[in-house]
């Protein structure tokens, strides 16, 4: 099956500092990726999802400011966290679909931890 | 606007007892139907999936699901409960409109005893 790697698995960084999640499609084609966030105990809320070069499309609620999407290419998206807050201490999860081939199978990455201090 | 409800947050089975994770969903047009598992600081695995065909539907490690349009339903089953099995569930809802974003479920905590 499809595999969908996220880098780093965890990372914990100082308030104040910025943060990079990689997300990539290892043997696919990602025409769409979406980024989730989970809190403890809770289910997976939807961030944002972005088209391979043009702009991500952010749920209402998230700052698009503070949470910034690139996906450049077929295969990789990326999610930078801006000026940490503790309160953005979550688990981060990626996901990617080809919409030309399967549009409505997804692949999840195994998440990122972030933890700042 | 499409939604995920999974009825029950915590459910404790004991080992070889039937598993019943419920889950119930809105929508106004044909859904894509999905059962994950997550266990402990880990990602998604797709335990099954309702896409259109058959509507009992066979995923992995023994679990089942039956899409039942009329009820709005998706109900995940499995006739025996291994200890294998505690972990998180959540059901999710994938519409072909609005770019195929998917929705879930606010998830079931499977507990199982010994």
């Known amino acids: 099956g499809a595999v969908v790697s996220q880098h780093p698995s965890w990372v914990i960084c100082k308030s104040g500092t910025s943060v990079k999640i990689e997300c990539r499609s290892l043997d696919f084609q990602a025409t769409t990726m979406f980024w989730y966030r989970q809190f403890p105990k809770q289910s997976l809320m939807l961030m944002a999802t972005?088209?391979?070069?043009?702009?991500?499309?952010?749920e209402q609620g998230v700052e698009k400011d503070k949470f910034l999407i690139n996906h450049a290419s077929l295969t990789l998206s990326t999610l930078t966290v801006t000026s940490a807050h503790p309160e953005d201490s979550s688990f981060y999860i990626c996901?990617?679909?080809?919409?030309?081939?399967?549009?409505?199978?997804?692949?999840f990455g195994p998440g990122t931890r972030l933890t700042v201090t | 606007a499409q939604s995920v409800t999974q009825l029950g947050s915590h459910v404790s089975v004991s080992e070889g007892a039937l598993v019943l994770l419920r889950c119930n969903y809105s929508?106004?047009?044909?859904?894509?139907l999905f059962w994950y598992v997550q266990y402990p600081n880990q990602g998604l695995q797709l335990l099954l999936k309702y896409t259109t065909g058959a509507t009992l539907v066979k995923g992995i490690n023994g679990f089942e699901a039956e899409f039942k349009k009329s009820e709005t339903s998706f109900h995940l089953t499995k006739p025996s409960a291994h200890m294998s099995d505690a972990a998180e569930y959540f059901c999710?809802?994938?519409?072909?409109?609005?770019?195929?974003?998917?929705?879930f479920g606010a998830g079931t905590r499977l507990f199982v005893k010994a």
């Open positions: 996901s990617a679909r080809d919409l030309g081939v399967v549009p409505y199978e997804q692949y």
């Open positions: 929508s106004s047009v044909p859904p894509y």
């Open positions: 999710a809802v994938t519409l072909s409109t609005g770019g195929f974003k998917t929705i």
């Open positions: 972005s088209n391979e070069g043009s702009k991500a499309t952010y």
